[in-house]
């Protein structure tokens, strides 16, 4: 029987005593792909740390493979899933390389170096994210785009069964905006990959996901199909602006109105 990547029962989740998320019920197969939209300060990152096991709800619980985040060690919470937050903090210099091949530490032992095997799966993740060629790289020196696809390329090495993104987009051009999209809609596809993310645009929600939760910030949720959810009237309430949708082969995009 098919565990869920991701599950919350009941979940509350509360930022500076306002409640921001109220009794979630969520489960998120293998394979699945959610989006997760709302207004600036709605709490979409909040709940995403909290997906993540990173932040304690206040109320309910989350579970990664079957398992409470509570009773995971870091270690075998990192082997499940791996999160992407908005900021990436470099204090210490590093290269490229040395970056990407952090995330292999969870597959490794107290006192392990990395292999020549860790090191060709952080090489492949930078090449799937167009960071062939700047391994040597201070990290510093890079734009933030690129960082950002640093950051993705980190996660890819980490090879975890779950995915947890943080407006993955940020900083990046469109070309790099699809790739990273389809990167992990062929994860999903192909692997049986999760993957939660926190997106601003609509359309690309529709596009590349097959579920989606508008959450308002005053701790209502609504969660269906992309189908179902992402419509003209939906939106435009979540968002106070009145937009238009505009279909093409298939697939949606919102207008303001």
Not at 94 to 99: M, Y
Not at 240 to 245: E, H, I, M, T, V
Request: hydrophobic residues 45%.
């Amino acid at each position: 029987m098919n565990v869920p990547l991701l599950a919350a029962h009941g979940l509350s989740v509360e930022i500076g005593g306002h409640q921001v998320v109220r009794g979630l019920d969520l489960d998120l197969m293998p394979g699945g792909r959610l989006a997760i939209l709302g207004r600036n300060g709605a709490g979409k990152s909040t709940l995403l740390a909290t997906l993540a096991g990173l932040r304690i709800p206040s109320a309910g619980h989350v579970e990664l493979g079957g398992t409470a985040c509570t009773a995971l060690s870091a270690r075998e919470a990192a082997l499940r899933r791996a999160w992407l937050g908005q900021v990436q903090a470099d204090p210490f210099g590093s290269t490229v390389l040395e970056t990407a091949l952090t995330g292999r530490h969870p597959h490794l032992g107290r006192w392990d170096w990395e292999t020549v095997r860790d090191a060709q799966i952080a090489r492949n993740a930078l090449a799937a994210v167009g960071l062939a060629g700047l391994e040597q790289r201070q990290i510093h020196t890079l734009s933030g785009g690129e960082r950002q696809r640093l950051a993705i390329a980190t996660l890819l090495a980490q090879a975890a069964p779950l995915y947890l993104l943080d407006e993955p987009l940020a900083h990046l051009d469109l070309n790099h905006q699809m790739a990273v999209l389809e990167r992990f809609a062929g994860a999903a596809r192909d692997c049986g990959t999760g993957v939660v993310m926190v997106l601003h645009d609509p359309a690309l929600a529709h596009r590349f996901c097959d579920r989606a939760l508008l959450i308002d910030g005053d701790g209502n949720c609504e969660l269906g199909a992309v189908d179902t959810i992402l419509t003209a009237g939906k939106l435009s309430a979540l968002y106070g602006y009145p937009l238009r949708q505009i279909g093409d082969c298939g697939r949606r995009s919102f207008v303001p109105a």
